[in-house]
């Protein structure tokens, strides 16, 4: 389903709730064992107070009928693609172990600022970002709670601009892609943590989207995608870059086609 900016879900402290008829259609796979969606950009994982229709868990479990639902590797609220909840335990256990064991291939795409030439793979400590005004903020440092992480950034198209870029990722830290976008200076587009002043993050969280978000963020959430989940026993669950960054790749970047990894299932 296309759609235009002017319509964008509602971001903030009136967030939207999920639509009980629009959670089916994003589904990737249902079976005895999981669940996948294609989980759109303006969907938080975890319950809220704002009751069961707030979040990806608690629209499942009235859904599904299912009073336990075990989420997998959840996304950022402002990253779509690709995400899974277990049915039951052993389930649950099974994909953790995998996640663990680093035996799933994780790509994304993400719109970046700036063109980037050529591919660059990240080997950069993470840790609590010590002068942000935002708590959850990290930064590249060394200090004695950082933790590893390693991301492979590959361009796909660099134009007017924007790098439409392919992202792998070797660990899984928290905001791990954000973090080291911001670092190599080619920050995620729409990013409120990550981007231009953090402070964005704090007046959007207070009021919602604002005209001084407006002029200071040219998309009106991170333009971050999770497009693949391989499991190194072959199980594979994809989803096509979500319908705002397609826009603004074609609007903003002036790409009529979008390359193959980006599409399709």
Not at 63 to 86: F, K, N, P, Q, Y
Request: charged content about 25%; proline content about 5%; overall charge negative.
């Amino acid at each position: 389903m296309e759609r235009h900016f002017t319509n964008y879900p509602v971001f903030g402290p009136d967030a939207d709730l999920i639509d009980p008829e629009e959670l089916p259609t994003w589904v990737i796979e249902n079976n005895d064992d999981l669940l996948a969606f294609d989980k759109p950009g303006w969907v938080v994982c975890h319950p809220s107070k704002n009751g069961p229709w707030s979040s990806l868990v608690g629209a499942c479990r009235e859904w599904t009928g299912m009073e336990t639902l075990h989420l997998i590797a959840r996304l950022d609220r402002e990253t779509s693609g690709v995400i899974l909840l277990a049915k039951h335990k052993a389930a649950a256990r099974k994909l953790q172990i995998a996640f663990q064991d680093r035996a799933v291939e994780k790509t994304y795409h993400a719109i970046l600022e700036g063109e980037m030439a050529e591919p660059v793979a990240v080997d950069q400590r993470l840790a609590k970002d010590l002068e942000s005004p935002v708590a959850a903020k990290v930064t590249v440092r060394r200090s004695n709670s950082s933790q590893r992480a390693i991301s492979h950034f590959t361009p796909l198209v660099a134009q007017n601009g924007y790098t439409l870029a392919e992202v792998k990722l070797e660990t899984g830290r928290k905001h791990q892609i954000r973090a080291h976008a911001e670092w190599l200076g080619h920050r995620v587009v729409g990013d409120k943590i990550y981007g231009p002043d953090s402070t964005l993050f704090l007046d959007f969280i207070e009021h919602g989207w604002t005209e001084r978000l407006e002029a200071n963020l040219a998309m009106r959430r991170q333009a971050l995608h999770c497009t693949e989940l391989r499991f190194s026993d072959g199980l594979t669950f994809r989803a096509p870059l979500a319908w705002d960054m397609r826009q603004f790749a074609r609007e903003r970047m002036g790409l009529a086609d979008l390359p193959a990894a980006c599409v399709g299932n």
